[in-house]
């Protein structure tokens, strides 16, 4: 006799996100979540296996009797009554491993200085950097983690992270073997991304940063990741005008792919530059921000199926146009949502990312949440095993306490309030004490 890790009974509402094993969503199709729900009372239930996996998932009696029929036992049981479920949500796009406090940068974009101006006059990346070359790796895990937790807790079960606060080949990979800790020890998902040229270093030009990243950087790296000390998914670029142009950005990414990385990067952000063009011809997984995307770009993204990331809390904070998103879905680009979670823009919480990309990218809120799961985890390349409630799938799921998921997004910044428990490969990872 087997004996599976969990049942979740009872449920109003289980939104699976989609049930037919597609790695994405993309045009109309965004508009659609499926869903398991009945306005006869039944309940709908999830089965979790030993190994953290969704085994089984329907009404409360299918379930129940095909484990009967299996002569499968259940070790741990939750009563989900009047409850919905939702999959993990998934965050495309962070920078959570930094040391020094930027609080007095918000003052000054308030005031008025714009984020490249900050930057400029050596603030913005440059004062996090500075930090984060002094801390050790200790101080480095330490807040990580918490800030790892209060993502968590705010429903993130995937979550990309970044280095970038190094922009030299000892302090990028000591950022990277702190993303790897947390990725060996942490009860939450981690695609790891190497951002190496994030930002031209202070005294370098453009071109001396690009020769170090592909000398020195990505060759230590390819020998890190060769000895299995580090195991990194993604490599990244701030192509953007005054940082990386698209040539550096081009071969720097190049560079990366050609040694496994997937390409995951920064473009068209505050300067029209072409990157998702350039992006889009070298077979990028994904590209970020996009605000400043051209008409071609758009095309050539959904020609190719790169994913356009969107970050609606960077527009907000920086008070920048936001990314044409509808004409994005209208296109057919696949989009996806990120919180980019980073001393600039210090929002951890998916459904706080979710709502303002509603309110002010002008998506549904079926769109975000597709946008938040399954097509998230395309851009990250894991679209097979995260952001859908299906059988062979991490159960990576939240238990939120209401019959309508969607009070996640309408009840902005509460999402404790809603979130009852946060489930991570079948273990119960976080429980809202005042929900129970
Ligand atoms: N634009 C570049 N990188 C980050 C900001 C990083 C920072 O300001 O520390 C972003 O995605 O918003
Ligand atoms: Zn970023």
Redesign the pocket.
Known sequence: MTDNKLLIHSAKQIVQVVSDGRRFRKGNEMKTLDFLEDDEGQGFSILINRNGIICDIGTDEEVRSRCADRKEGIINFIDAKGCSIIPGLVDAHT?PVWAGDRVHEFAMKLAGATYMEVHNAGG??HY?VERTRRATEGQLFTSFKERLMRMREAGTTLVECKSGYGLNVDCEMKMLRVIEKAKQTMAIGISSTYCGA?AVPKGSTAEEATKDVLNNQIPELTELLQSEELHVDNIDV?CEKGVFDVDQSKQILESGKSIGLNINF?GD?LHSTKSAEMGASIGAMAIS?LEEISDEGIKAMADTGSVGVV?PT?AYILRLKPPPVRKMIEENMIVALGS?F????YCHAMPVVMHLACVLLKMSMQEALNAATINAAHALGVSDKHGSLEVGKYANLLILDTGRWENLIYKFGCYGDVIKNVIYKGDVVHSNIRRQ
């Open positions: 920078h913005g990346i996090t994030h701030f920064h952000e921000h970050l960077t980019d980073n001393p600039n823009a």
